[in-house]
């Protein structure tokens, strides 16, 4: 199953909400595009109320991850399961519907509908929830009046945050965030993973894509490292040091912590 | 006068040829199909109006509360089915099996129907009478009601696109339909939707040209989607009033040409058409400008 950061972070792992039921179960997903294994026999679960986040480079497989959670990709092997479902079959409306809402990377707002209109598709068809399209105004005062406005005459970090209200809207128990970062100015990101906070407390669980390991650190209960697709450092950010976050990202063999029956399968 | 006189039946004429584009042009702005059997199934609608009417005795001009619903249900399990398949593999595999939905109607309708043309209503008032505008005009009332349709139908469309819930999902799933997935929209269901509307909006064309003309079997391909083409394209993909714009350019310059020389009138049109398509290939308003 999961290489080395299961075992070796055994204890860490205790001290997660363990006696609760894990939300979203993900048992060795394996996911090809087209010949390339792009995820190798992945495991994960999400308890409610955390921050769980993917960390690795280019190409680890971590936006493949998420998009087969959202139900975008189909799995070769293994499954996920939500809310103790079976929904590995279910297309990707139907999981959204269920509670797994995707902020897909590079946003992927409608172009030629103005801010409302894109709220308003997100809350179509809405699970009940605290949130409304009322409410992400009052979030993202800003949106308000320029809710007529096409998204694309908006900039960067206020189109993301259209496309994570969209995904609000939506009532989500499990939010997913692919590569919130991406092209935005650092002061931007840092606002909008300040929102974060205001999410939680609402009472969604989130599972976030980061390319910025430090940034993943700071905001993240839990971490996840993928390399080449497979999982190469699972833990809490307190119980990782960087050098380890680094030998896992990078797969720097020699940097690699003591506890690696799995480390010599790595290529 | 005789100039004149032209322009405004061509005008009027080109609200039937917005009538038979506006079904093409949503099919292609929403799902990115190109229905090549798009005349031939207002043939098909045609057919069935002089089926309803002859075997219910409802007013010709109420066969279409019968035959737009049917059409349109014909069109939602069209697409769910064999458009969606052939949209599954690859857009052009939609061409070639809208090419081939399209030879097996025409072939049924020759089969079933003979090659004999027939109109829809013949005997009508409202097919022949017309009011004199001036000395040296008179203008069929029937071109004048094929035009209002027209414009009404259009205003619907409008209207329906959007203001209301389909028809913003319309507009999400055109965009991305992925993204409309992520939402929890069933992005097939509604392609369905739309599929459903052009249909509608095909049936009301295959009506109105059965009562303006005659229906043949062959009629579908020659006539119907051939300026159904030609009017989307002069007016612009995707832009609703572009197809009636289209539609009236077309009319206009087919009624010119048949002023110059009877027999230039189809050829006049395609010159039209094929200056736009070298000149302004997006059409006259393309998406972009209209938003």
């Not at chain 2, 066969?63 to 069209?78: K, N, Q, R, T, W």
């Not at chain 2, 965009?175 to 459903?196: C, N, S, T």
């Not at chain 2, 062959?218 to 714009?245: C, H, P």
Request: glycine share 12%; charged share 15%.
């Amino acid at each position: 199953m999961t290489v080395s950061g299961a075992k070796g972070n055994g204890e860490a792992g205790e001290e997660r909400p363990d006696d609760g039921t894990p939300l979203l179960v993900v048992r060795d997903l394996v996911v090809h595009h087209g010949q390339l294994r792009a995820l190798d026999a992945i495991s994960l679960r999400v308890f409610p109320g955390e921050v769980y986040a993917i960390i690795g480079a280019n190409g680890a497989g971590k936006s493949t991850l998420l998009r087969t959670i959202a139900g975008l990709h189909h799995p070769t092997t293994g499954s996920v399961r939500f809310d103790g479902k079976d929904v590995t079959a279910l297309r990707p409306e139907r999981r959204a519907t269920q509670g797994i809402v995707l902020v897909p990377e590079g946003r992927r707002l409608f172009g030629s509908l103005s801010v409302q209109e894109n709220l308003q598709v997100g809350a179509t068809y809405a699970r009940p929830g605290p949130w409304t399209i009322d409410r992400v105004y009052e979030t993202f005062d800003w949106m308000r009046e320029r809710r007529g406005q096409l998204t694309a005459q908006l900039s960067g970090g206020e189109q993301q945050t259209v496309a994570i209200g969209r995904a609000l809207v939506a009532n989500p128990r499990m939010l997913l965030l692919d590569e919130l970062s991406l092209g935005l100015a650092p002061v931007v990101v840092q606002r909008i993973y300040g929102m974060l906070a205001q999410i939680l407390a609402s009472g969604l669980t989130v599972l976030l894509v980061e390319q910025d390991v430090s940034q993943a650190l700071r905001v993240a209960s839990h971490i996840h490292c993928l390399l080449e697709g497979r999982t190469t450092l699972e833990g809490r950010p307190a119980d990782v040091t960087a050098d380890q976050v680094e030998a896992a990202y990078f797969g720097l063999a020699g940097a690699a912590p003591a506890d690696q029956p799995g480390e010599g399968s790595e290529p | 006068m005789a100039w004149v006189n032209a322009i405004i039946q061509g005008v009027l004429i080109g609200g039937l040829y917005a009538l038979f584009a506006c079904g093409l042009s949503l099919m292609f702005g929403v799902m990115k199909v190109v229905n090549l059997a798009h005349g031939d199934l207002a043939v098909v609608a045609g057919y069935v109006a002089i089926g309803v009417i002859a075997v219910i005795h409802i007013p010709v001009l109420l066969s279409f509360v019968i035959v737009v619903p049917l059409m349109a249900l014909v069109g939602y399990a069209l697409q769910r089915t064999i458009l969606q398949g052939a949209l599954d593999r690859s857009v052009l595999t939609t061409l070639l099996v809208t090419f081939g939905l399209s030879v097996v109607i025409e072939n049924g309708l020759l089969q079933f129907f003979t090659a004999n043309s027939r109109g829809i209503g013949a005997g009508l008032a409202l097919e022949s009478d017309s009011f004199s505008l001036g000395s040296q005009i008179q203008i069929g009332y029937l071109p004048v009601v094929i035009f209002a349709v027209a414009v009404v139908v259009l205003l619907g469309l409008q209207y329906f696109l959007s203001r209301s819930k389909y028809g913003r999902l319309i507009r999400a799933v055109a965009d991305d339909k992925e993204a409309a997935q992520l939402a929890g929209a069933d992005y097939r269901h509604v392609f369905g939707i739309a599929a459903g509307i052009a249909f509608g909006t095909v049936a009301l064309a295959g009506i109105a040209y059965g009562m303006y003309s005659q229906l043949d079997p062959t009629a579908g391909t020659d006539t119907i989607l051939l300026f159904a083409f030609a009017a989307v394209v002069i007016g612009g993909l995707g832009s609703l009033w572009g197809t009636l714009l289209g539609g009236v350019i077309l009319g206009v310059a087919q009624e010119i040409g048949a002023q110059i020389n009877i027999s230039d009138e189809v050829l006049a049109g395609f010159i039209v058409f094929l200056v736009v398509l070298a000149v302004r290939p997006q059409g006259l308003i393309s998406r972009g400008a209209q938003s």
